[in-house]
């Protein structure tokens, strides 16, 4: 531990109530919680009494959560299952548009599904779901700020609230279970579940934590309480690189003072269930590497239950068993005797329950490891209530008002803005003035909730798909008069000079895990992978006319570029439903609000500045930690620098060219004869030339894809304004990447080239044709004479014929040449 570091564990322990300053403390001294939910000997009794009646196969049934597509109320009798859940985009009957009545009667046929087994005693299955900022699977129910816009709110009591907001719409679809809060504490940007952590100060997580679980879980005295989830125990913010699923190098220390301080006041809330994390964890301090989370018995077994004295269940995460080593998705003795009690198995749950059994049969598994599981889940299904009502009893049940606050969920919008730059109009701009909103993230609600909105990733939705919501456009148009709002999405033929002020609503589009991670090769610039946005600030700035920009993001950014064009800047974090809590502060209404937001997180002034935290070495922020303005402060930036380093930040094996990490430094460009077209920043657009047609389109995630359509001779390639800059670890065994679907196979001959080099790549082109995704990585060595630091057109596809295919991911990989999917050199002659 650093001595920096130290002294912020130590500032956190003095900071801290009395009774947590030996958890802060640098000797890793783990401390027994207490809980909210006290011992109870009857209770105890009847557990034991239920245990002591159940065979083998009930055990493990009562052990296993399958997904609701993979499981039938059928199944829950025939198997014992002692839990469902419903993954993200998941819905009753796969109807995305399903009332709370309909997720209620899908909730309360499972429920009388696990009354008819042949137990001893029946014990009620327990649905379970992810409703992480609101009961965001579900149209119509009201979307809040994700964690990062609570965090900037620095307001525990709203945070309460919003816990028990959530849970009362989760009771409403006759669910009883959330896997909330997230306890992250995030140390690198470019991980892609930023959002969900509320802020780099372990001191807001441990606030808000114990706050939430009281809102949600109460004391189960009422009917809009659910089961709580602390999650993901632990590290999960601190994976090196900011890799989901990476690895957390620390200390035991600080793992504890850094990443278990929102765990102290959750359990003493009296947090039922704890989910495992992903990641894995190496203790920088003995060098002992405990690998994933899932199969450490230190961690779940050690620290959770005995150090801590948790007496409710862990659940894993999705398949997350399976990446323990010597595990598969149906079959993990190492993560049960490590301390997981329910195991997530959406689809190979029957292998599962199957292999199980055998396990403990053959003494793998100790007997006495599933009575303590199944202990552990009777337990809390006791505490909960759930053997006194069923879904359809509770007082809340199919009403869908009962999912909305949209009056709190609006607050919460006001209080998470954060004021970063405040040199032009004062706020809020009077009713009356002729307004341009520009970007587009102004209407659309999929961009302004971000990823675990309706679906996993936040993708694939409508404005339509939103139920009582309102766009941030929406908002503006109701404060200042509609007459008075001209919308251009990307301010294309507009004279802004006819206006008072443009409002431009930029940001990054939805994410989540796993996509919206940017990597080891990419920056945290955001115009290299949103260039639309600084495009549309270039055609409305040094106008004559005010430039007030919101941005609406799951993380902090490099946008020194967007600052500079901007006279006011204001981080809308990802606010959910309700657009016109950001309209509440731009123009004057009813009521007077202030700026009270405060940033969560350092916003960086470089942008390698991926890992920025308070205490952190060379700490050197553009905004530090817990800054923001209000309306009455002025600032005075002056031109900031707008520099970017070519290649990315740090050592890596990539080199992006156009993909998640940057879209920008290399622009796709189609030419037909002497004609050429630099393709633009407007997703929605298509661009042509004769033979060739551009679109966007999808191979991984929502419009992360172009799709080229040649009709005759013609060729799409990426540009740049300077030649490649490789590292020598993207140049070692290199090989040209990049994810393809052939949607028609060439017609014609067709040819790739880096530069002058050039392949045939006809009958690869013809091979993959009609196979869906397809990752493809050509060896450098296969085109001939490249000269690497000559090349400034790195991808280029000619096509003399018929043929179609999307592209994106398009990167130079270091040591790709090697693997053995790598394209043979002899097959490209």
């Not at 172009?706 to 304004?721: I, N």
């Not at 679907?741 to 880096?754: E, L, N, S, T, Y």
Request: hydrophobic share 40%; with cysteine.
């Amino acid at each position: 531990m650093t001595p920096k570091l130290r002294s912020l564990v130590l500032a956190l322990a003095v900071a801290l109530p009395a009774h947590t300053i030996q958890a802060a403390a640098p000797t890793a001294a783990w401390p027994k919680t207490g809980s909210a939910i006290q011992h109870d000997a009857a209770l105890e009794k009847r557990v034991a009494e239920i245990v002591g009646k159940m065979t083998l196969a009930q055990k493990i049934g009562q052990m296993t959560q399958p997904e609701i597509k993979a499981a039938t109320p059928a199944d829950v009798t025939r198997y014992y299952l002692g839990s469902v859940l419903n993954g993200g985009g998941s819905w009753p009957n796969n109807n995305k548009h399903a009332t709370a009545k309909e997720w209620l009667a899908l909730a309360q046929a499972y429920h009388e599904a696990s009354m008819k087994t042949d137990m001893a005693v029946k014990v009620p299955v327990i649905w379970g779901t992810d409703a992480v900022h609101g009961h965001n699977n579900v149209p119509g129910a009201t979307l809040f700020p994700h964690n990062i816009g609570l965090g900037a709110a620095r307001n525990p009591k709203l945070v309460r609230e919003i816990g028990a907001a959530t849970a009362k719409a989760v009771r409403a679809t006759g669910i009883a279970w959330v896997f909330g809060p997230t306890l992250a504490v995030v140390r690198d940007d470019r991980w892609g579940r930023t959002y969900e952590s509320y802020a780099e100060d372990p001191a807001v997580v441990k606030r808000y934590a114990g706050e939430y679980v009281k809102g949600m879980q109460g004391a189960f005295k009422s009917d809009a309480n659910t089961v709580a989830t602390a999650k993901h125990f632990i590290g999960d913010g601190g994976t090196e690189n900011g890799k989901d699923r990476g690895v957390t190098k620390v200390s035991e220390a600080e793992l504890l003072g850094i990443h278990g301080q929102g765990y102290l006041t959750a359990l003493g809330a009296g947090a039922q269930t704890v989910m495992a994390s992903f990641n894995s964890w190496t203790d920088t301090a003995t060098g002992v590497e405990h690998g994933k989370l899932h199969g450490s018995k230190v961690a779940l077994n050690d620290i959770l239950k005995n150090k801590m004295g948790f007496d409710g269940f862990v659940v894993s995460d999705w398949n997350g068993i399976g990446e323990v080593a010597g595990c598969r998705n149906d079959s993990c003795p190492q993560a049960i005797n490590a301390g997981i009690d329910m195991i997530m198995v959406p689809d190979e749950w029957k292998a599962f329950i199957a292999n199980t059994i055998k396990q403990v049969e053959s003494g793998e598994i100790p007997m006495a490891r599933i009575d303590d599981a199944v202990t552990r889940i009777l337990r809390v299904k006791l505490r909960a209530g759930l053997f006194d009502k069923s879904p359809a009893q509770n007082a809340h049940a199919g009403k869908d008002e009962a999912m909305q606050a949209r009056a709190l969920a609006r607050q919460a919008v006001r209080e998470s803005l954060v004021l970063l730059k405040n040199e032009g109009p004062a706020l809020p701009l009077a009713r009356g003035k002729k307004l341009l909103v520009v970007g587009k993230s102004a209407d659309d609600l999929s961009n302004q909730s971000g990823g675990w909105s309706l679906t996993w990733q936040g993708t694939a939705n409508t404005n339509a798909d939103f139920k009582h919501a309102d766009t941030i456009l929406a908002g503006i148009r109701a404060a200042a008069g509609a007459a008075n709002v001209s919308y251009s999405l990307d301010a294309r033929n507009v004279d802004v000079s006819s206006f008072d002020a443009v409002i431009a609503v930029i940001g990054e589009r939805p994410y989540a895990e796993g996509d919206g991670d940017i990597g080891l090769s990419g920056t945290l610039r955001h115009s290299s992978r949103y260039p639309e946005d600084l495009a549309v600030l270039r055609k409305v700035a040094g106008k004559g006319r005010p430039v007030i920009t919101v941005m609406v993001s799951g993380r902090p950014l490099y946008t020194n570029d967007l600052l500079n064009l901007s006279d006011t800047f204001i981080a809308a974090w990802l606010p959910g439903s309700e657009g016109k809590g950001v309209s509440d502060l731009l123009v004057a209404g009813a009521k007077a609000y202030d700026f009270r937001g405060k940033l969560p997180f350092s916003w960086p002034k470089s942008a390698c500045q991926t890992r920025l935290n308070v205490g952190d070495k060379d700490y050197a922020p553009l905004f530090a930690y817990g800054y923001g303005l209000n309306k009455a402060s002025r600032s005075r930036l002056g031109k900031l620098d707008e520099s970017i380093p070519a290649g990315g930040c740090g050592v890596s094996n990539t080199y992006p060219i156009f993909s998640q990490a940057d879209r920008a430094s290399f622009p796709l460009t189609i030419r037909a004869g002497q004609q050429s077209t630099v393709l633009g920043a407007d997703l929605n657009a298509s661009f042509a030339l004769p033979g060739i047609v551009v679109t966007t389109s999808q191979v991984n995630t929502q419009q992360d894809a172009k799709l080229v359509s040649w009709t005759g001779p013609a060729t799409f390639e990426a540009r740049g304004a300077r030649p490649m800059a490789l590292p020598a670890a993207a140049s070692d065994k290199a090989a040209l990447r990049f994810d393809t679907i052939v949607q028609a196979a060439p017609a014609g001959k067709v040819a790739m080239a880096m530069q002058g080099a050039t392949i045939d790549a006809t009958a690869l082109f013809k091979r993959l044709a009609g196979k869906g995704k397809q990752s493809v990585k050509i060896p450098l060595a296969c085109f001939p004479g490249l000269d690497l630091a000559k090349v400034d057109t790195p991808f280029s596809i000619t096509s003399d014929a018929a043929f179609a295919a999307a592209f994106t991911n398009i990167e130079i990989a270091g040591g790709a040449a090697a693997e053995a999917d790598a394209v043979r050199c002899e097959e490209l002659r």
